[in-house]
Each structure stands twice: as structure tokens, then as C-alpha cells.
T-cell receptor, first 115, second 113 residues
Framework: AQKVTQAQTEISVVEKEDVTLDCVYETRDTTYYLFWYKQPPSGELVFLIRRNSFDEQNEISGRYSWNFQKSTSSFNFTITASQVVDSAVYFCALMGNNAGNMLTFGGGTRLMVKP | DVKVTQSSRYLVKRTGEKVFLECVQDMDHENMFWYRQDPGLGLRLIYFSYDVKMKEKGDIPEGYSVSREKKERFSLILESASTNQTSMYLC????????????FGPGTRLTVL
């Protein structure tokens, strides 16, 4: 069975602050993918990143960075110098090799960035 | 750009009604998915389809059925809507061998009274 836990249900920050969204996962698969999606108020999920379980390199894309730690089964997402447009619900997700083609999502973290 | 569209953004139905949620994608994707999204629970897979007339149950198929008569269209059917099916429903699609790269529609917020 797969499980994704996003312990932070809601985070509120002031613009320009850095913020980290936590994601912890459980899987018995040795090969798996991890994802982050953003859901702005419009409702449509926007794909942010996919990470293969064999690639533990951290990734940076502009103000976004991801820290994959296999030892702690975590895939945390940091937004540097947050902006109001970053306000959204963020989902972490997992797809194991033997998961029957199913994405397992965490409960989501609502991020509110105040001006 | 991949486009996944859903027939309604908001829908209000009464208990016992038959409800159809339609999803259309324009990129010739083989795989299509229906999820429901509830606060604190994230997205949960209801059904998916990997080809026309093919379907597979997801985590929570009870109370739902699906139909895939054409490649571009995947319908979610609530035979007899109940109040506990009030939720946000999201459709997604992906290419045959890219199950991990799913493109999502804007969602349909269904309220069952």
C-alpha cells in the first residue's frame, strides 16, 4: 500500500518569506515516482515536478526547490521569496512501480501568501 | 497544449438523481482518469480507462460507474446521487506509456442536496 502525508494543512506567510511544504511518503516499491502539483483557485492541477526514486539530486527551478531524502522518505518543497501568486493548494503524490498505475495523493497544503 | 475540459464547473443535483459528468481531452491520450477531491483527503482515484471501452476500478469506485465510448471522452456516472457524493470531481488524461504525467481538467464541483 502507498501513502502520502502532508502534515501541514494550512500555512500562512507574508510575501517575500521563504516557505517549506513537507511531504512524507510510504511505499514498498523500490522504483517509484514522486510529484508535486499546484492547484490555484481556478481549480486545475498544475504539474510542478516529477522525481524518480533513483535520482536523489535536489532540484531548483527559479524560486522553487525540492529536497528528496530517501533515508527519511521525504520530498519537501521550498518556495523562496514567496509571492501572492503562489497562494494555492499544493499536493504531493506518489506512484509506485507496482501500484497498478495509480497516483496516491497527500491531503494537500493550503498556502496563503499575504501582501 | 493539452486541453482537458469538463462539461460543468458547478452542478447541483438532488438525492436519487442520475448524474453524468463529462470529460473531453483533445490530445489523443489513451489513458483517462476520474478523481474526487475532498478537504484533507487529497485526490482519490475513482476509475480510470486505458482504452476505449476499457475501465479499471480505482480506490473508491463504489457508487460510481464510467463510460468510454470514444477515445476523447470519459464519462463519470452517479446512478443515484447521494449527499456523500458532494465533492469536487477532477478528470485527467495521459499518454499510453506515460501514466505518471497526467493533465488535469478544471474540475466540477458537485453538490447533492
Amino acid at each position: 500500500a502507498q501513502k502520502v502525508t502532508q502534515a501541514q494543512t494550512e500555512i500562512s506567510v507574508v510575501e517575500k518569506e521563504d516557505v517549506t511544504l513537507d511531504c512524507v511518503y510510504e511505499t514498498r516499491d523500490t522504483t517509484y515516482y514522486l510529484f508535486w502539483y499546484k492547484q490555484p483557485p481556478s481549480g486545475e492541477l498544475v504539474f510542478l515536478i516529477r522525481r524518480n526514486s533513483f535520482d536523489e539530486q535536489n532540484e531548483i527551478s527559479g524560486r522553487y526547490s525540492w529536497n528528496f531524502q530517501k533515508s527519511t522518505s521525504s520530498f519537501n518543497f521550498t518556495i523562496t521569496a514567496s509571492q501572492v501568486v503562489d497562494s494555492a493548494v499544493y499536493f504531493c503524490a506518489l506512484m509506485g512501480n507496482n501500484a497498478g498505475n495509480m497516483l496516491t495523493f497527500g491531503g494537500g497544503t493550503r498556502l496563503m501568501v499575504k501582501p | 497544449d493539452v486541453k482537458v475540459t469538463q462539461s460543468s464547473r458547478y452542478l447541483v443535483k438532488r438525492t436519487g438523481e442520475k448524474v453524468f459528468l463529462e470529460c473531453v481531452q483533445d490530445m489523443d491520450h489513451e489513458n483517462m482518469f476520474w478523481y474526487r477531491q475532498d478537504p484533507g483527503l487529497g485526490l482519490r482515484l475513482i476509475y480510470f480507462s486505458y482504452d476505449v471501452k476499457m475501465k479499471e476500478k480505482g480506490d473508491i469506485p463504489e457508487g460510481y460507474s464510467v463510460s468510454r465510448e470514444k477515445k476523447e471522452r470519459f464519462s463519470l456516472i452517479l446512478e443515484s446521487a447521494s449527499t456523500n457524493q458532494t465533492s469536487m470531481y477532477l478528470c485527467a488524461s495521459s499518454l499510453k506509456n506515460h501514466l505518471d504525467t497526467q493533465y488535469f481538467g478544471p474540475g466540477t464541483r458537485l453538490t447533492v442536496l
